[in-house]
């Protein structure tokens, strides 16, 4: 039945990627609505399950918030860190777009794989312990799967990395979840370990949000629409979440 469901979860996948290629001539809002879905997964989704499951002390922190803050400063100099290669090896810099590399796209989204093939492996755990309670987490899989697969096809794209690229790690994106299911018949994660994973995760999508997305959104079009997709970004995961009983 896992397995059933995640290939939703692989549908939905690509259907936020179809729509986040579609709109290209409306770059500025595509990425305000990245940035406020990428937003509201971290804030709303992925941190709050982080405490939960990872909630023990490191010297008087919870580990998933220096977890957390790792992420972000992990996915800080990873960014430096190949910004400056690509500055060493004579590459332009012209603007803020032409200083991003391919390579921090592809990581990005190589990260958000990774994080579908989790929510399979939560999805097919949750079966196992109840119809009822693989059911919430089938909403809200699927549902919020259309913002993964709209980040994963957006990220990709806005650091340079060709269209083939895009759709090859929006393709791996969608079928992560099934792998996940599947994967969860012969494994079972530690919950410490998953939510010291989402604390991390969370913590380096916040980063690629607030540090990239969003800036470039309103680079060159600071215009109140781009302010809205971006708060409907937020307000839609926080109805995926509701939805789902959190």
Known sequence: MAVVVALGAFLMTLFGGWVAQRVTDRRHLVLGLAGGLMLGVVGLDLLPEALEAAGDEVFGVPQALLLFVGGFLFAHVVERLLATRRAAHGAETGGPAEERTPQVGLVAAGAMVLHSLMDGIALGAAFQVGGGMGATVALAVVTHDFADGFNTYTLTSLYGNERRKALAMLLADAVAPIAGAALAT?????????????????????????AEILPEAHHEHPARSTLLCTVAGVGFIWLVVGLSGG
Do not use: I, K, W
């Open 186 to 210: 012969l494994l079972t994660l530690p919950e410490e370990l998953l939510g010291s994973y989402l604390g991390f995760f969370g913590g380096a999508l916040l980063y690629l949000a607030a």
